[in-house]
């Protein structure tokens, strides 16, 4: 386990799990979208592809996303290890909501100097409605990777509740220290 994906749905928890593990493990941790989203008004990283590539050819690294479609075959090229997240609506949206919501009155910066905004809400790709469209289709196109040849050397590790994630790391441990 040095090359990881945590991958799921918005507002299941990947970029907390990522950050924890990686300071389990010892391994860098990169946030997908502080590499996607890097300048005012959202905008994008047109080195995307570069930086992912240059990322992942280290020896270890730990990655909050399933991949943006211009990255997502290197990063699960890459990867020895995916685990995800599958946690049902009735889990994630309240988690996004009260994120979002935090985000919206606070202020808080998020990627690339952005910030969430009241009109936001009113986006399609806002996280809120984002997480509810995306649910079902991002699960298939999870499922559908797993099943894919090219990644069946990959471990997997599949948590369908938050409290069996919680507890699985409670237990991980660097590779050295076993």
Known sequence: MERILVVGVTGAGKSTLARALSGRLGLP???????????PQ????GNLAADV???TAGQGWIIDSLGYPEVRDLMWDRADTVIWLDYPRHVIMPRVLRRSLGRTVTREVVFGGNRETWTGWLHRD????WAWAQ???RTREIE?????PRFAPLHTLRFRRPQDTTAWL???TPAGSR
Do not use: I, Q
């Open 135 to 137: 649910h079902a289709p």
């Open 144 to 148: 559908r990777r797993l099943h894919d």
């Open 53 to 55: 590539s240059r990322l």
């Open 126 to 129: 806002h996280p809120a409605w």
């Open 42 to 45: 959202w905008a994008t990283n």
């Open 29 to 39: 941790y990169h946030e997908m979208d502080a590499l996607y989203y890097n300048g």
């Open 170 to 172: 409670a237990v991980v």
